[in-house]
């Protein structure tokens, strides 16, 4: 069984930083892409950057040049680094994993529980 556990999220002031982490566990043959998602309150889920097993990177146009993605391959573990927080970045956000659970599995997307950000004064 896969788990994506996230942490890092909390309160912050508007300006502030916060980085978030993911670990992925269980029993994984392979991790294609790792990515972060998010969902404001009523609102749908979002992109917010992703990461190929190779190091490319993409982001949401409301988080470039503020925020920024990178993975720890050989800990599984998908990072975004969160800076010049805006009160509009406040939302649960999740990460995502496109991975194959075993030989021969095919590739699936499996999702942590969210952390919550706040950006407030």
Request: aromatic share 10%.
């Amino acid at each position: 069984q896969v788990q994506l556990v996230e942490s890092g999220g909390g309160l912050v002031q508007p300006g502030g930083s916060l980085r978030l982490s993911c670990a992925a566990s269980g029993r994984i043959f392979y991790i294609s892409t790792m990515g972060w998602y998010r969902r404001a309150p009523g609102t749908q889920r979002e992109f917010v950057a992703a990461i190929s097993s190779g190091g490319s990177t993409g982001y949401a146009d409301s988080v470039k040049g503020r925020f920024t993605i990178s993975r720890d391959n050989a800990k599984n573990t998908v990072f975004l680094q969160m800076n010049s927080l805006e009160a509009e970045d406040t939302a649960v956000y999740y990460c995502n994993s496109q991975l194959r659970a075993g030989i021969g599995a095919a590739l699936s997307d499996y999702w942590g529980q969210g952390t919550q950000v706040t950006v407030s004064s």
